[in-house]
């Protein structure tokens, strides 16, 4: 079974910036894609970006590409989104979310539905 932590979350200003980690315990990292959602009050979760098990490919959705950034490292278990630029359209919990893949593709989902493992979130809010 997979455990997955989020940290790094907080109140930020508009324009600023926050780096969100997520930290993975009890399955085989490696060989899982790993991605963010984001849920914002009364709203379901939504794909923010994902990234196979090597690092090597990405994929953002429209809103965020060019703002954020998502990388891991396999030897700690971790996966990491930087938050640039950030707007108050922005303010949601994220989440963490992870699928394994067995065959390490480079086939990166964007449904909710397709990711097995999810963290609990962590907040994050932009003021204006």
């Known amino acids: 079974q997979v455990q997955l932590v989020e940290s790094g979350g907080g109140l930020v200003q508009a324009g600023g910036s926050l780096r969100l980690s997520c930290a993975a315990s009890?399955?085989?990292?490696?060989?899982?894609?790993m991605a963010w959602f984001r849920q914002a009050p009364g709203e379901g979760r939504k794909f923010v970006t994902a990234?196979?098990?090597?690092?090597?490919?990405?994929d953002y959705s429209v809103s965020v590409k060019g703002r954020f950034t998502v990388s891991r490292d396999n030897g700690k278990n971790m996966v990491y989104l930087q938050m640039d630029n950030l707007e108050p359209e922005d303010t949601a919990v994220f989440l963490c979310?992870?699928?394994?893949?067995?065959?390490?593709?480079?086939?990166?989902?964007?449904?909710?539905?397709?990711?097995?493992?999810w963290g609990q979130g962590t907040q994050v809010t932009v003021s204006s």
């Open positions: 009890g399955g085989s990292f490696s060989t899982y894609t």
């Open positions: 990234i196979n098990w090597s690092g090597v490919t990405t």
């Open positions: 979310a992870a699928r394994s893949d067995f065959y390490r593709s480079s086939y990166l989902p964007t449904l909710p539905s397709e990711y097995r493992y």
